[in-house]
């Protein structure tokens, strides 16, 4: 059973550090960091950075067994979905509405097939919404950074958005049964990981 693997990395006090600072960056651009847009974009960012919050909050509680729950995979997909559609919203107004749609979409495909399909079809249909949400998030704003439509700093956020697609994968491949690295590996670098993604957002976001 993953649980019971999963279950093989208990969570420490380095960990709960960490994800507690990532929290309350979470907490603070919710708060601060995306005053002044519009409703569309203030409502996908709150919603991303508000789950990666309540995420972080939910581990630091139970610890590391709580990620082999599906609602925790179902509802933290809302984190690149609610991203790159903020970014949508933001720098590419007019592909806006389709967007929204292949998000109201691709989040209700996660749940019913995490929820009543076999796992392994779950897990194919979790990795292909993380892969275009994540390809959106690293590539609009490396693109828009190059090509001088945004700061070169606005990149950052690209460079959290592939960090974001790295956890996603190794999670999905994690509960897939065949892991890319050890479970306790995986474990080990989350924290710091979600940590260091939450901090390049900010500042790419602060700087654009």
């Known amino acids: 059973m993953i649980s019971a ?26 708060g601060f960091g995306i005053e002044g847009l519009a409703t569309l974009p203030v409502i996908s960012y709150t919603i991303a950075f508000g789950v990666l919050l309540v995420a972080g909050l939910l581990i630091i509680i139970m610890g590391f067994e709580i990620l082999d729950e599906s609602s925790v995979a179902i509802i933290s997909t809302l984190i690149p979905l609610g991203m790159s559609l903020g970014l949508v919203a933001e720098c590419l107004t007019e592909w806006s509405s389709g967007y929204l749609v292949f998000v109201i979409l691709g989040f209700v495909s996660v749940l019913l097939t995490r929820l009543f399909m076999p796992k392994k079809v779950g897990v194919i249909v979790l990795a292909l919404v993380h892969a275009v949400s994540g390809m959106i998030i690293f590539l609009l704003p490396v693109t828009l950074g190059f090509m001088g439509q945004a700061t070169r700093g606005f990149a950052l956020v690209g460079v959290g958005g592939a960090l974001m697609g790295v956890g996603g994968l190794l999670l999905s491949f994690l509960k897939s049964g065949r892991p890319l690295l050890s479970r306790n590996i995986i474990l080990t670098i989350l924290p710091g990981l979600l940590l260091t993604m939450t901090i390049l957002f900010i500042l790419g976001f602060s700087i654009r």
């Open 5 to 30: 693997e999963i279950a093989i990395k208990k969570i420490t006090v380095l960990d709960r550090v960490l994800l507690l600072i990532t929290g309350l960056l979470a907490g603070y651009q919710v």
